[in-house]
């Protein structure tokens, strides 16, 4: 097998049990490896330390292994049945009320580069990098052998793997055909999932246990859902007994999404509408019609994706949530959160801390938010911890 020998020192992160190893860490490479190519890493003195995937780019190497083991058909299979045993024991699967949750979520399951979404009987996967993309028909067999609702598997990598790679990947179904039921079943609610052209794997598996809160929250007030996508907060909203929901999102595609989920679960509830319009541009509005809320959700795409773009993105989050606070009514909630791995949970609640004082309102943190148990965090691995959120009681 090619081998990675690290510069002195630099394998200290990987005895702590990280799974990267960034180029600027590399001695030598010994073979000429192809991106998605195993190879073993060593230190200093050659000893070895890890196998994984090469890939070309900042990170070099993503860890599968920290053992010297072969990697064959049975570490894939291996690796499924462990993932799947865990979120059995999580009590997510329920017949007849909940068939979608996160199967596989990249380093949390030891599986860097591989995101597994379950939605009834398919499994939608996404590849962010080579090794797991050329790995794709062996991992999608193993699935629908160990898990025992799945029929089919769709592949859906087109807009995920490196840019740089040397392949033309194209989505669509490994196995099985293209079914027509694409809807599944969230704690008892039913939403259509467009894993064919819909944003990641076609539904944000990760707010299901905020969506849950919201609910609890909902009874009696008025509430508006920013960047609604789905309209999964939505229609959580709704069978939490709102008096109103208002639906906000860019997309006019989103919107008519959200319009059909909130129809196949509350059919003619005049309690909803929903907008096809800019977020900030919805805000400003609100003030000249002097129209305030009980309960605001903001859920935003990643305002930064790359390290780069972070005092912009915290900025964007200061002025959002400052806009919430303008239009919120006394004794209203706030649902803020980042799903931008790069921003810290320290520099979330900074840039929300910054936008209450600007806002001269007395704000209270009523829950600190995070990612479900099936999108866990390797321990070995913090940045891992990609959504935050928070729950404010503004007076």
């Given at each position: 097998m090619i081998t990675v020998q690290l510069k002195p020192k630099k394998e200290e992160s990987l005895q702590r049990f990280h799974p990267w190893v960034f180029s600027g860490a590399i001695q030598r490479?010994?073979?000429?490896?192809?991106?998605?190519?195993?190879?073993?890493?060593?230190?200093?003195?050659?000893?070895?330390?890890?196998?994984?995937?090469?890939?070309?780019?900042?990170?070099?190497?993503?860890?599968?292994?920290?053992?010297?083991?072969?990697?064959?058909?049975?570490?894939?299979?291996k690796k499924i049945q462990n993932a799947y045993t865990?979120?059995?024991?999580?009590?997510?699967?329920?017949?007849g009320f909940n068939n979608t949750y996160r199967l596989i979520h990249g380093e949390g399951d030891s599986l860097p580069g591989l995101i597994v979404d379950i939605y009834d009987d398919t499994a939608v996967m996404q590849a962010h990098s080579i090794g797991m993309h050329e790995t794709r028909q062996i991992l999608a067999k193993a699935i629908?052998?160990?898990?025992?609702?799945?029929?089919?598997?769709?592949?859906k990598s087109e807009?995920?793997?490196?840019?740089?790679?040397?392949?033309?990947?194209?989505?669509?179904?490994?196995i099985g055909n293209e079914t027509l039921n694409l809807t599944a079943l969230e704690n008892g609610l039913l939403f259509h999932v467009d894993?064919?052209?819909?944003?990641?794997?076609?539904?944000?598996v990760d707010q299901r246990e905020n969506r849950s809160l919201l609910e609890r929250y909902s009874a009696g007030k008025s509430v508006?859902?920013?960047?609604?996508?789905?309209?999964?907060?939505?229609v959580y909203?709704?069978?939490?007994g709102a008096k109103l929901v208002h639906s906000v999102d860019s997309s006019a595609k989103a919107i008519d999404l959200t319009d059909k989920n909130v129809a196949i679960n509350y059919p003619n509830d005049i309690r909803h509408k929903s907008f096809a319009e800019d977020a900030f541009k919805y805000l400003n509005n609100l003030q000249t019609l002097d129209q305030k809320y009980d309960l605001i959700i903001l859920d935003p795409p990643a305002f930064a994706k790359h390290r780069e773009a972070l005092r912009n993105a915290l900025k964007g989050y200061k002025r959002l949530n400052a806009k919430a606070f303008e239009q919120i009514k006394p004794g209203g909630i706030l649902f803020t959160f980042s799903c931008s791995q790069v921003v810290s949970k320290d520099q979330f609640r900074l840039a929300v801390f910054s936008a209450a004082a600007e806002s001269k309102r007395n704000v209270r943190i009523l829950h600190q938010l995070s990612q479900p148990a099936d999108h866990p965090i390797n321990i070995y691995h913090p940045e891992g911890e990609y959504l935050k959120g928070l729950v404010l009681w503004v007076e």
């Open positions: 490479i010994e073979g000429n490896p192809a991106e998605g190519d195993l190879v073993e890493v060593l230190d200093s003195n050659r000893n070895f330390l890890a196998v994984g995937h090469y890939q070309i780019g900042s990170i070099s190497v993503r860890v599968i292994s920290f053992d010297k083991i072969e990697i064959d058909s049975a570490f894939w299979t865990m979120r059995q024991s999580l009590g997510l699967i329920k017949h629908v052998a160990n898990v025992p609702e799945v029929k089919n598997v769709y592949y807009t995920t793997l490196p840019f740089k790679a040397a392949i033309e990947p194209e989505d669509g179904y490994l894993w064919l052209k819909g944003q990641k794997t076609g539904f944000f508006l859902n920013m960047f609604c996508y789905t309209g999964g907060f939505s909203a709704l069978r939490g």
